[in-house]
């Protein structure tokens, strides 16, 4: 009798063409189009983390990495201070999947730092809080925890799908960076 697909690989199929359309904006040729695209990125990722990321954290009993990323992505853009506005919360299993999307992207910021793709002057400071999550086993326990989980499996998806949509929405008013 085959074996149930886990809950990554579930995740992975379903928003695998919303991951390649937010990478496709993002990147071309294997390197981001320019300094102020790759601040564009890093500006829509602080968005994800706080809007998504952060209320998923608090969900799942791990906000302390996500405070982290939020820190390193703040220390990027030249932004202090907080927020506007707290996030909203999430339930359980969009939290699971909102979690996959931005933990996923430790494996994808590790090549970002090996591949050239962002040129060495440029502010790397999230790049490498995920690349150590990544090499301390922070994300390989995620991934075993996440199959582990008893959620409706509509719900992970959901979740992910709003970090890719976050993601691949177009800017709308350009920060400087």
Same mark, same amino acid.
């Given at each position: 009798m085959p074996r149930a697909p886990t809950n990554r690989a579930v995740?992975?199929?379903?928003?695998?063409? +919303?991951? =390649?359309? *937010?990478? !496709?904006?993002?990147?071309?040729q294997?390197?981001?189009? /320019?300094?102020?695209?790759? @601040?564009?990125?890093?500006r829509r990722l602080l968005r994800a983390h706080c809007t998504l990321g952060?209320?998923?954290?608090?969900?799942?009993?791990?906000?302390h990495q996500e405070r982290l990323r939020i820190r390193a992505l703040r220390s990027d853009l030249g932004l202090s201070g907080a927020g506007a506005r707290g996030?909203?919360?999430?339930?359980?299993?969009? +939290?699971? =999947?909102? *979690?996959? !999307?931005?933990?996923?992207?430790?494996?994808?910021?590790? /090549?970002?730092?090996?591949? @050239?793709?962002?040129?060495?002057?440029?502010?790397q400071a999230y790049l490498r809080v995920l690349r150590d999550y990544a090499r301390g086993g922070g994300l390989r326990a995620f991934f075993d925890d996440l199959d582990a989980a008893s959620v409706p499996r509509a719900q992970m998806v959901q979740g992910a799908q709003a970090v890719f949509a976050c993601l691949a929405e177009a800017e709308e008013a350009a920060v400087p960076f």
């Open positions: 995740l992975r199929d379903a928003t695998r063409a +919303a991951h =390649g359309a *937010a990478e !496709a904006r993002w990147v071309w294997g390197r981001f189009r /320019s300094r102020g695209a790759y @601040g564009d990125w890093l952060l209320p998923a954290a608090q969900v799942l009993g791990d906000a996030p909203e919360p999430l339930d359980l299993g969009t +939290a699971w =999947g909102v *979690a996959y !999307a931005l933990n996923g992207s430790a494996l994808g910021a590790s /090549s970002l730092l090996t591949s @050239g793709a962002v040129s060495r002057d440029w502010p």
